[in-house]
Nanobody, 123 residues
C-alpha cells in the first residue's frame, strides 16, 4: 500500500504561483512514475503532469505546458508541482497518484490516490 497526502493548495490571484506537494509513505516510492491530475466542478478528472521515477522524464498536458513544472525528491518521498502564471481555468482539486500500469495520461492507469488539495485562482 502507498499513502499519498497532497498539500500546498489555496487561493491565488491570476498570474500568481503555488507549489503543491505530495508526500508518500508505504511502498518503495522511488520506483514509481507519479502523476498529477485535477478535477474542476462539473468536469471529468484530467491529466496535468507526470514524472518518471528518476525525475529525468516529465510529461505535461498542453494546457499547462510551459507554466507547470513537476519534480520529485525521492529521499523525501515527495513529488512537487510548481504552478506559475496561474489562470482562473486552473481552478480545481489537484490529486497525485501512483502509476501502476498503462498510459501515464489515463487516470485508470493509476492506483493509490491522495485526497486532493483545492486550488482556486481568482480573476
Amino acid at each position: 500500500q502507498v499513502q499519498l497526502v497532497e498539500s500546498g493548495g489555496g487561493l491565488v490571484q491570476a498570474g500568481g504561483s503555488l507549489r503543491l506537494s505530495c508526500a508518500a509513505s508505504g511502498r518503495t516510492f522511488s520506483s514509481y512514475v507519479m502523476g498529477w491530475f485535477r478535477q474542476a466542478p462539473g468536469k471529468e478528472r484530467e491529466f496535468v503532469a507526470a514524472i518518471s521515477w528518476s525525475g529525468g522524464g516529465t510529461y505535461y498536458a498542453d494546457s499547462v505546458k510551459g507554466r507547470f513544472t513537476a519534480s520529485r525528491d525521492n529521499a523525501k518521498n515527495t513529488v512537487y508541482l510548481q504552478m506559475n502564471s496561474l489562470k482562473p481555468e486552473d481552478t480545481a482539486v489537484y490529486y497525485c497518484a501512483v502509476l501502476t500500469s498503462g498510459s501515464l495520461y489515463l487516470q485508470q492507469s493509476y492506483d493509490y490516490w491522495g485526497q486532493g488539495t483545492q486550488v482556486t485562482v481568482s480573476s
